[in-house]
């Protein structure tokens, strides 16, 4: 293990000094932030972090969801350079392509479910979900239907931070902020079962939420609405796994009303919930998906949207150019990284890993481990994804009131005590590198049980 790699050449102070003169940072109170100073984080190996006080911390994020391969892969490293070598950078608008590119589009058109056989490249996920606003609105268009162009997505799921992103995501402090959203979104409720359903057994709340979209659908005219667009399991809405039956219902109610799925796998693509693609998992057969974080595992930009032959036969036979790209589209050093990627992760049969043995370990042993502490109300996940609710009391689901910001106080004693736990109000979320080991399980879960007690102490004294 390469230990504490480079503390020694880093001055905290200086770099925190930098930071707080210069940097601001995403989704960040950056005074709040100046005043403490941010963590410098200098290194990484496998599942591991360290920072320049030469801390070691066990990542239970993978990053931000993204680096499935683990930290430190030579191999990785190694097709960046060559390629950069070879080729650094050339676009693919002026009737070019690249090697890496083109090899790349066939490589996850083999990974995707169903029909999803083209693919159109971008940088980030916020950038896939825009080309997937564009993509079917223009569909629509093609199929001479211009005014289908609404889009129905769900409180609480996030899409990215792109006026697009903002405006389709269904988190409110964001649109809060950099007013007027994007027209064209309209919202249904989130399959938030443990949270939101009352006395419904998870069955009937599948039914009610689904139901949900078809009312919206009939309240706004089919002929208007474009796309339902849905994370397989809500990430960054604090881990909503929702119920069995959920995804098989609104499948049914688009095909009813003729309406395209959307799946924006940033999150569960790649083998998160162990599977490729979280549709995968659900029983999704979706018209289009949007995917980014784990194509790469994070080490560079890269994001993809594959498009089902009913939308990309009909942008291909359509006599007129698709006004939409980026100058990083299929670019040949991410590309590279990402077909390493993904040979490593067929060479260690990583998606198996996750969906057989070590995602059902993982959830085992937090249910084992965690289940029964007064802190945790509800543990939910797939794979290797979780998300487990605190609450006051267990039995009546009662959280702690405003004044007591839970999640934060047990994520600064995770972070105090070697571990990146990350904490969504009021529930705490688990994506850990997909290479994880069981002693690193185990240890996650020991670590995770050490921060409850802590947390619980604190509450207790305030
Ligand atoms: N869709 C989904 C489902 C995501 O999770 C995006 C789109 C946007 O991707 P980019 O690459 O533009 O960030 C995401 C990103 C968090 C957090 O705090 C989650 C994301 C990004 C930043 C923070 O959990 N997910």
Not at 49 to 64: C, F, R, T, V, Y
Not at 171 to 190: D, F, N, T, W, Y
Not at 410 to 438: E, Q, Y
Request: charged residues 20%; hydrophobic residues 40%.
């Amino acid at each position: 293990m390469n230990q504490a790699i480079n503390t020694q050449f880093v001055n905290t102070a200086e770099v925190q000094a930098q930071d707080a003169a210069h940097h601001l940072h995403p989704f960040t109170n950056t005074g709040a932030l100046n005043a403490k100073g941010a963590r410098v984080i200098t290194g990484a190996e496998g599942v591991y972090l360290w920072d320049s006080e030469g801390n070691k911390i066990l990542d239970g994020m993978a990053g931000l969801w993204c680096v499935n391969m683990g930290y430190g892969r030579k191999e990785l490293t190694a097709a960046a350079s060559s390629q950069m070598d070879q080729l650094a950078y050339y676009n693919t608008f002026f009737q070019t392509t690249n090697t890496p590119a083109a090899r790349l589009a066939k490589e996850i058109a083999s990974v995707t479910p169903g029909d999803l056989n083209r693919i159109f490249f971008a940088n980030s996920g916020s950038e896939a979900i825009d080309t997937i606003i564009r993509m079917v609105r223009q569909y629509w268009c093609i199929e001479g239907k211009p005014y289908k162009n609404i889009l129905i997505s769900r409180e609480n799921a996030y899409h990215g931070s792109t006026v697009g992103g903002t405006s389709l995501g269904g988190m409110s402090g964001m649109h809060k902020q950099g007013a007027p959203l994007m027209p064209g979104v309209e919202r249904i409720r989130q399959p938030y079962w443990y949270g939101e359903a009352g006395d419904m057994s998870e069955e009937e709340f599948g039914i009610a939420c689904a139901s949900a979209l078809e009312e919206k659908i009939l309240e706004v005219g089919p002929d208007n609405v474009a796309a339902f667009v849905g994370e397989p399991i809500q990430g960054a809405g604090g881990v909503i796994v929702p119920p069995a039956n959920y995804w098989a219902e609104i499948q049914k109610i688009c095909k009813k009303y003729d309406i395209l799925i959307a799946a924006d796998e940033v999150i569960c693509g790649f083998g998160r919930t162990g599977s490729w693609f979280g549709s995968e998992t659900f029983g999704i057969t979706p018209d289009i998906i949007s995917m980014a974080k784990g194509l790469s595992s994070g080490y560079l930009p890269i994001s993809a949207v594959a498009v089902g032959d009913r939308i990309a036969d009909a942008l291909t036979a359509h006599d007129d150019d698709f006004n939409h790209g980026f100058t990083y589209s299929g670019h040949p050093v991410a590309a590279a990284v990402a077909l390493e990627n993904i040979r490593l992760m067929k060479e260690e049969n990583i998606v198996e890993y996750v969906g057989k043995e070590i995602g059902p370990y993982f959830q085992q042993q937090l249910r084992e481990v965690l289940g029964d502490h007064p802190l945790v109300g509800h543990i939910e996940g797939v794979g290797l994804v979780a998300g487990m609710a605190l609450v006051k009391d267990k039995a009546s689901k009662e959280g702690f009131g405003e004044g007591i910001d839970i999640g934060m106080i047990c994520r600064d004693h995770c972070f105090a005590n070697g571990l990146i736990m990350r904490a969504v109000g009021r529930r705490m979320v688990l994506s850990p590198p997909l290479v994880i080991s069981k002693a690193e399980v185990d240890e996650l879960c020991e670590k995770a049980l050490k921060c409850f007690d802590l947390t619980l102490e604190t509450v207790n004294a305030l």
